[in-house]
């Protein structure tokens, strides 16, 4: 479904592996136009069939003169597309036209100074000397014929590059991250002034087009839908409703590994707030009980990912004609579940991409599929929908099973519910929750020595982790007053059994990720 969402102004990324990738594109749907990360191994037909405004080549770990280093079919500097290669990217656009690149005796990483030598096109309205962020290994030695070097820095006689005629232009530098000062503002250069793309990409549009699309597709059919209650599977059944009307069937399935008292208010909600047609089924005790002594956070994932489709299977069998399948897949989790969208590696399962459409035989609709959180939110606010759902903050698939280390028992269920309820409400309380992307306990079946009234105490320990985010792809650890973590330690020791000690997690994304399994 998603190709049939594609805008006709589009910048395409390829990917080769930089671990701000993501980021790019991120940039590029802040300025309201649309774009979308490629493998590199896309063939170059597939590529041109989309039609791109411009084409980004993204950065990399590799160097391009090592063997097996990620190339791309350089018949794309003649299709009369603008392209941008950003490091890596830049001296492929080197290596395959000519040019030579070679080891550098000065690895540059880090902020640099940049200067620069012409103020036309992507470096209009730009500071003569601004500063940018460096992190490569490799030089240019030698440019290709009919390029020249724009702008350098001290290590970098050639840190911007430009073929004039074909409209190519390499970056040595990332402008799409925070550090470069003025990566904006380049980047909006590109993608306006020299692709020539206008900001018409915005969620109203999106949704327009993603109703009538639904409607195409399902004609009189009716569809199938696995709530969970948060943002994303909610929005998505909210809008294929809005398409279909009552002819899209929803089934919340409660797995065990829900937090405290969800089930009964995210019934209320869907059913009083939103209108949707939704039954509850309650299979707790299956899914606790296959997952009784499994302590590898992949194969509890696993468990809980086949588990569900047994479940959801089952259920749906009682529904007469369904043909579709709805899932709220965010790019995000296509981007990191899928290694083959270049050399970067696969980080861990997300439960929602495959497995129930080819076992029921049923058509998959994913309307999200290419929109970041962000994204569906402000999607959501298009369908008026309450900011109960759309100001959540965002919960794993496998619910509480990987924010408890090692084995999931109903004890330790009961202790983690209570833990996060106390997180959120303090923080909730303290009016943090809407500036912090993510917050929740984490059960660290750790036991160590505390004392409480005058016993000797041992017992467990209860991770906080908050982080603040734009996307999801990378995060920050979230600065929490003191007296705010102060009453939820207090509250936890307190009120928790078999609970005596409280930690704060200050991980960043990366190196960490946000969730603890």
């Not at 500071?127 to 702008?151: Q, Y």
């Not at 390499?170 to 503002?185: D, I």
């Not at 398409?243 to 829900?258: E, S, T």
Request: with cysteine; hydrophobic share 40%.
């Amino acid at each position: 479904m998603s190709s049939t969402l594609l805008p006709d102004e589009k910048i395409l990324i390829i990917d080769f592996g930089s671990q701000y990738t993501q980021l790019i594109a991120r940039r590029i749907r802040e300025m309201q136009v649309f774009s979308e990360i490629v493998p590199c191994s896309l063939p170059i037909t597939e590529l041109t069939a989309q039609k791109p405004s411009g084409i980004i080549l993204s950065g990399g770990p590799a160097s391009v003169y090592q063997k097996d280093a990620p190339l791309y079919d350089k018949t794309l500097f003649s299709l009369s597309v603008p392209v941008m290669g950003i490091c890596y990217g830049m001296q492929l656009i080197c290596h395959l036209m000519g040019g030579k690149v070679a080891q550098s005796s000065h690895r540059e990483y880090g902020r640099a100074r940049l200067k620069i030598q012409d103020a036309g096109d992507i470096f209009q309205s730009i500071t003569e000397e601004t500063e940018v962020w460096m992190s490569h290994g490799d030089k240019i030695d030698s440019l290709p014929d009919g390029f020249e070097a724009i702008a350098y820095t001290h290590n970098s006689p050639a840190a911007a590059i430009r073929d004039p005629k074909r409209k190519i232009y390499g970056l040595q530098f990332h402008p799409e991250v925070v550090h470069t000062v003025e990566g904006g503002g380049i980047l909006k250069n590109f993608v306006y002034t020299v692709c020539g793309c206008k900001p018409s990409w915005n969620m109203g549009v999106f949704l327009t087009e993603a109703e009538q699309k639904i409607k195409e597709r399902v004609g009189n059919g009716q569809a199938i839908s696995a709530i969970s209650g948060g943002v994303d599977s909610s929005v998505a059944s909210v809008l294929v409703q809005r398409a279909i009307g009552q002819r899209l069937h929803c089934i919340f399935v409660d797995n065990g590994l829900l937090r405290k008292n969800e089930a009964e208010r995210v019934m209320e909600t869907f059913q009083k707030n939103l209108g949707l047609n939704v039954r509850l089924v309650d299979a707790s005790a299956e899914f606790l009980s296959k997952l009784s002594g499994v302590t590898d956070p992949e194969k509890k994932r696993k468990i809980i990912g086949e588990t569900f489709i047994t479940v959801f299977e089952r259920e749906s069998k009682a529904i007469q004609g369904i043909s579709f399948l709805v899932q709220g897949t965010l790019y995000p989790d296509v981007i990191e579940s899928v290694s083959q969208k270049g050399p970067s590696a696969k980080i861990k399962t997300h439960h929602n991409v495959g497995g129930l459409p080819e076992r029921m035989h049923l058509a998959l609709i994913e309307p999200l599929r290419l929109l970041f959180k962000d994204e569906v939110r402000k999607l959501g606010a298009e369908l008026k929908m309450p900011s109960v759902i759309l100001d959540r903050h965002p919960f794993p698939g496998p619910g509480l099973a990987v924010r408890i280390l090692g084995e999931v028992t109903p004890e330790r269920l009961t202790r983690l519910r209570e833990a996060d309820a106390i997180v959120e409400e303090e923080i909730r309380a303290a009016n943090l929750y809407q500036s912090i992307w993510q917050v929740f306990a984490v059960y660290l079946p750790i036991q160590s020595v505390g004392v409480m009234g005058d016993e000797r105490t041992y017992d467990n320990a209860i991770a906080i982790r908050a982080v603040t985010s734009k996307d999801g792809m990378t995060a920050d650890w979230a600065r929490i007053p003191h007296e705010v973590l102060q009453a939820i330690s207090t509250r936890i020791t307190n009120e928790v059994q078999g609970v005596n000690r409280v930690v704060y997690d200050i991980s960043s994304k990366p190196p960490s990720t946000i969730e603890w399994e």
